[in-house]
């Protein structure tokens, strides 16, 4: 199975428990973010997951959940458009450290969060459902003093 864009039901306000991060692009005087990011719009899923045990997680996945393999993009710190990653919602100024780390630890399979590029999840709602309904974003983060 190859995996799609579809929203996310977990970001919707009121009740989402997730939110859109915005890693910030380059400016003319300052660099971006220079993170990664896993690129799941198009990865390749595996159906036959659904219900098992699987390395790396605790629990058995749901006869609802799959495993899904994603194309990793990583984040040039001199582009102009920056990225989105999801993360905790209510939104948490600590989870920015994820927009400059290419891998989340130094293991083998190290995990890195979904995201694209800055806009692409709303105009991808947008195209294939009509509109855009209200969802937690975290923007940017807070410029350090």
């Keep these: 199975m190859v995996s799609t864009y579809s929203l996310p039901p ?4 009121p009740h989402g428990d997730m939110a859109s991060y915005t890693c910030p692009g380059a400016t003319p005087t300052q660099p971006g ?9 198009g990865g390749i899923c595996f159906k036959n997951t659904q219900g098992k045990s699987f390395p ?13 393999s994603c194309p990793i993009t ?7 458009v920056g990225y ?4 905790p919602y209510p939104c948490q ?8 780390k290419t891998t989340a630890n130094t293991n083998t399979g190290s995990t890195l ?9 709303r105009l991808l709602t947008f195209l294939l459902y009509g509109t855009n ?5 975290c923007g940017p983060p807070a410029a350090s003093p």
């Design 74 to 80: 990583v984040q040039s710190a001199q582009s102009p």
């Design 10 to 13: 977990q970001v919707l306000k």
């Design 56 to 68: 790396g997680f605790d629990e058995p996945l749901a006869k609802d959940e799959i495993i899904c």
């Design 84 to 87: 989105q990653i999801a993360g």
């Design 93 to 100: 100024q600590s989870f920015y450290d994820n927009c400059k």
């Design 113 to 121: 969060y979904i995201g694209a590029p800055t806009g692409t999840g």
């Design 33 to 41: 973010s220079d993170g990664a990011y896993a690129q799941c719009d």
């Design 133 to 137: 309904p209200p969802a937690f974003d």
